[in-house]
């Protein structure tokens, strides 16, 4: 039977955790499927970690090599551990990355475009900032594998949340050379991987 999960557009399979190394391959505008566990985190939990990073000059919760996905779950439903999975904005997070990839941060998924501060601490650090589809959650909940609350769970939506991803359709929206597809898109050049646009 197929799966209907996957699309028909050839994608690179990228596992995580990964390495800067891992990821140097990959172009902006590149279409990737993401598998492996990830940590869902949106502003609150932001300012959690960083206020430990500050504090203990580390990363908390072993998140070091690790990549945040900036999304906040529903409760599972249908059979899935989480209802929906929607990204969230990821400028809304801006303020924060850079600091979190000096400290260990591979790799972040979110919607939209970033600062210039945030592509130029993805070049110094070897990180990749992916793009995943925004109003298409309850799909997107298709290839989450399992969901652990790891911290905060007084935020709600808000914890911080160990994924388990299968598959995960994605861009890649900054690759570790600093090539931007928002940025590509806005001058109207030809973006790498044959594709010239990307939802936000």
Do not use: N, W
């Amino acid at each position: 039977m197929k799966d209907d999960r996957h699309t028909d557009i050839p994608a690179t399979e990228v596992r995580f955790p990964a390495s800067a190394e891992s990821l140097a391959h990959l172009k902006a505008g590149d279409a990737v499927a993401l598998s492996g566990p990830v940590f869902t985190a949106r502003d609150a939990t932001h300012a959690r970690i960083v206020a430990e990073l500050e504090r203990d000059g580390m990363l908390p919760h072993r998140l070091a090599g690790q990549t945040l996905f900036y999304a906040g779950p529903t409760p599972p439903a249908a059979g899935r551990p989480a209802g929906a999975v929607g990204p969230t904005t990821a400028s809304r997070m801006d303020v924060f990355t850079p600091a979190l990839l000096a400290a260990g941060i591979v790799a972040t998924i979110g919607k939209g475009p970033r600062s210039t501060e945030v592509r130029a601490a993805c070049v110094e650090h070897g990180a990749v900032y992916f793009v995943a589809v925004g109003g298409a959650a309850a799909l997107l909940a298709t290839h989450v594998l399992s969901a652990e609350v790891i911290a905060y769970p007084e935020l709600g939506t808000e914890a911080l949340v160990r994924f388990e991803l299968d598959r995960l359709p994605a861009f890649v929206g900054i690759d570790s050379h600093g090539a931007d597809i928002y940025e590509t898109v806005a001058t109207g050049a030809d973006q790498p991987g044959g594709h010239r646009g990307v939802s936000a």
